[in-house]
């Protein structure tokens, strides 16, 4: 009984943004979906002047539904742009400035009601790793970094659950109300609970410029680390493009509503979701493909080890760029293509993106085995390094 209070006490104890990312996801999956129904809905009843009979009941309606999908996503090519260009140039300042200043006020920042132009998602999420980073060492940052990750879909998971049967009950107005006030509660509980570190506590001293182990360490990581960043650009952007494919395709295919939305799994396996002809066979890929979500949290592990700790906020902020940068051309892309193809091959970008991933997965398992090497690289510089100025003392 002890043991398990302690370990209770311990879980407790080093609770820091897990609420905050919790809220965040719930506040996500509230209007993320019911904003793709929205589009659906304006476009039907005010672009293409479809009577509200049909728009309300418009997955009874094949060709109209078609029309009105192609239109939404040649709204939204234009859209993601728009959303993603302020998203690049404030991350890029955002990040040294973190390094300097702290994360808090880059959280606080991203969950407000002008996210578009202070980063959003995008800066959410490097803030967090950032501060993750800040706080924790070598052995136990994976393991944290994988749970605030986790954390994450559970809460957007339970906020897709009620925006359907909100959405459904009580219309759109209620739904994103209640997203609001989620957000704002994740705001709050930043500001009071958050404590803000230094970026300069428990830094080790690299004073010493001309220490030959600090300019070796810095030759052998720049070019792995660099490839790394290219694959978790890609990952994460593609990723999160594919999402709105799906919601699309399931609508068409299945005729899922929101509420079936909050039964079925988000992470489908590509190839098949590509070929699936039957409802269960889309839970079946979610199962399948579960530990894809892994890839970003493993990545942004390693490059952590890989860097110095006032570089934090620079190379998190840079990964971020790079993400909202792949986000930016993929959407269009994915939009573009997925009107083209919707009439005969609506799971083509699916294919695509299994073929995609299958790339990015060979890469990032020899990248992988690479940064290892930089990280034991890296720890071998520094005992040196502590040796030298012993003795030198």
Known sequence: MTSIWKKTRYILDNITLEPVVFLFGLSHGLYSITVQSLYIS?????????????????????????????????????????????????????????????????????????????????????????YITDITDDSSRTKRMAFLDGIFPIGFLMGLGLSGIIKKKLGFTYCFSLAIVTSWSSILYTIFFIKERNSSEDQVDNTDDNSTTQSANNKVKKEPIWKMFKIQHFQAGVKSTLKRREHDLKKKRF????????????????????????????????????????????????????????????????????????????????????????DFFPGLVFLVTSCLYSIVGFLAIYLYFGLKKVENSRKNAHELREEELLNRN
Request: contains cysteine; aromatic residues 14%; hydrophobic residues 50%.
């Open 42 to 130: 304006k476009v039907c009843a005010v672009n293409l002047n479809h009577s509200l009979t049909i728009c309300d009941d418009i997955y009874q309606h094949e060709e109209i539904q078609t029309e009105v999908q192609k239109y939404v996503s040649q709204l939204q090519a234009y859209n993601f742009f728009l959303q993603g260009l302020p998203a690049v140039i404030y991350s890029l300042f955002a990040g040294p400035w973190s390094d300097i200043n702290g994360r808090k006020a880059i959280i606080v920042l991203s969950l407000s009601t002008s996210k578009d132009f202070t980063g959003g998602y995008v800066a959410f999420f490097f803030a967090c790793h950032s």
């Open 255 to 342: 005729k899922w509503t929101e509420i079936d939305f909050t039964v079925g799994g988000n992470i489908i396996a590509g190839f098949m979701f590509t070929f699936a002809n039957v409802s269960w066979l889309v839970y079946v890929a979610g199962i399948v493909s579960f530990l894809g979500a892994a890839i970003s949290t493993l990545l942004r592990s390693l490059i952590s080890k890989c860097i110095e700790s006032d570089e934090i906020g620079k190379v998190f902020s840079v990964i971020a760029s790079g993400q909202a940068v792949i986000f930016m051309i993929a959407s269009p892309i994915y939009s573009l293509v997925y009107k083209a193809t919707l």
